[in-house]
């Protein structure tokens, strides 16, 4: 079965625990709604939620399953290999891989559930050392930068300008394998014009989508990730320049092929939303 190709604005996190949850998640305009199995879950409970997730997937239709993202347990974890064989033959279109550090750890995924898109997390220095290799491993649908782990790691805040540098490794990693990457979720709920902000600055960056771990953060990042109507009609207007014209200006901006890229990607980016 050859998958889609992954397009993700918003991937919105809810609890593994909480089966009641999952239709109101599905219910916003998340791209992608991912059900937490690690961090969101207490150990005394992972067995249940385990448990649910499985049934809950197996009810799916086609169209909902294709939503559907499970963030496991490291797969070096006891926990993280009964996810797995919870989830073999009834696998989500996406499985988030929680402090991804070799190549190896997808293989591991893949092995386990088969065609299965793998959204690494690169959550430690470790990993971030391992990204390029990461990026491009076969199986790995897009990147994720896990932010808070690698906050607590190297001993920074979680504000942009301390993890700047990382968030630019990870763009060139991500681009260099051609992979869509996923920005670490804003965790201040209330405050939407921060995040608003915040996702704008890292679309600058070359970020494709960030998380969310509440159902309000979800439009203002769709908002961010996607392209206005003024930009889908000015994309429109200088790839028909190059079109018709090759080389040129239009209204003072020099067109030529890097240019028409950035502009076929907007066009792409507005055929997904």
């Known amino acids: 079965m050859t998958r889609p190709p992954f397009a993700c604005r918003s991937l919105l996190f809810v609890p593994g625990a909480r089966p ?18 690690e961090d969101a879950v207490l150990p005394d409970q992972k067995a249940a939620a385990r448990e649910a997730v499985s049934s ?19 797969v070096t974890t006891l926990e993280g290999l009964k996810d797995l064989a919870a989830l073999a033959g009834r696998a989500p279109a996406t499985v988030l891989l929680p402090k991804t550090e070799t190549p190896r750890d997808i293989e591991i995924v893949t092995a386990a559930l ?29 990147l994720m930068f896990g932010g808070a782990d690698f906050a607590a790691e190297i001993g920074a805040t ?13 763009v060139l990693a991500a681009a260099g394998a051609q992979r869509p990457l996923i920005d670490v979720p804003h965790v201040r709920i209330k405050e939407l014009d921060h995040l608003a902000t ?3 600055r890292v679309a600058t960056l070359g970020f494709t989508g960030k998380a969310a ?23 429109r207007a200088v790839i028909e320049t190059f079109r018709t014209k090759g080389v040129a200006q239009l209204d003072g901006e020099f067109v030529e092929g890097p240019i028409v890229r950035r502009y076929e990607r907007i066009l792409a980016l507005a055929d997904h939303t």
Do not use: W
């Not at 239709?61 to 294709?66: E, I, K």
């Not at 979680?158 to 990870?170: C, T, V």
């Open 114 to 142: 088969g065609d299965v898109g793998v959204l690494p997390l690169v959550e430690t220095v470790r990993g971030l050392r391992a990204a390029d290799e990461i990026a491009a491993a076969p199986g790995t649908t897009a």
């Open 198 to 200: 915040e996702a704008a």
């Open 158 to 170: 979680m504000d942009f300008e301390p993890l700047l540098a990382i968030r630019q490794a990870l």
């Open 213 to 235: 771990i509440h159902p309000t953060q979800v439009d203002p990042i769709n908002a961010a990730f996607s392209p206005s109507a003024a930009e889908v009609e000015r994309a």
């Open 56 to 74: 809950y997937l197996a009810g799916l239709d086609a169209a909902t399953a294709r939503r559907m993202a499970v963030r496991i347990n490291g």
């Open 20 to 37: 009641d949850r999952f239709a109101k998640a599905l219910a916003t305009a998340a791209d992608i709604v991912c059900i937490d199995l």
